[in-house]
Nanobody
Framework: QVQLVESGGGLVPAGDSLRLPCAAS????????MAWFRQAAGKEREFVAG????????DYADSVKGRCTISRENTKNTVYLQMNSLKPEDTAGYYC??????????????????WGQGTQVTVSS
């Protein structure tokens, strides 16, 4: 059973940066794709960024493109989301997800096999 644990969230002023790590444990295979999603109060969970198993392909939602960078360290079984120039509309719970089979559409929640419990990011104006 794979476990994903996010950390790094907090309350920050607009314009600040945060780095969210997600540590994976309990698996014997490397994931095909890992991703970050977020869910604001009263809204559906939405795709933020995804990265391939080898780390050579990254995808971003238009709302964060240019401000966020996803990366992974396979030796540490950890994926990171670096968020810069944070805005109040970035306020949400941020969730890490992992897929252990080939994924065509990495923005779909349904393709992911495991999810973390989330870490809250609150950006004040």
């Amino acid at each position: 059973q794979v476990q994903l644990v996010e950390s790094g969230g907090g309350l920050v002023p607009a314009g600040d940066s945060l780095r969210l790590p997600c540590a994976a444990s309990g698996g014997t295979r490397r994931s095909y794709v890992m991703a970050w999603f977020r869910q604001a109060a009263g809204k559906e969970r939405e795709f933020v960024a995804g990265i391939s198993g080898s780390g050579d392909k990254e995808d971003y939602a238009d709302s964060v493109k240019g401000r966020c960078t996803i990366s992974r360290e396979n030796t540490k079984n950890t994926v990171y989301l670096q968020m810069n120039s944070l805005k109040p509309e970035d306020t949400a719970g941020y969730y890490c997800a992992a897929a252990f089979s080939p994924v065509r559409n990495n923005w779909l929640r349904s393709v992911y096999d495991y999810w973390g419990q989330g870490t809250q990011v609150t950006v004040s104006s």
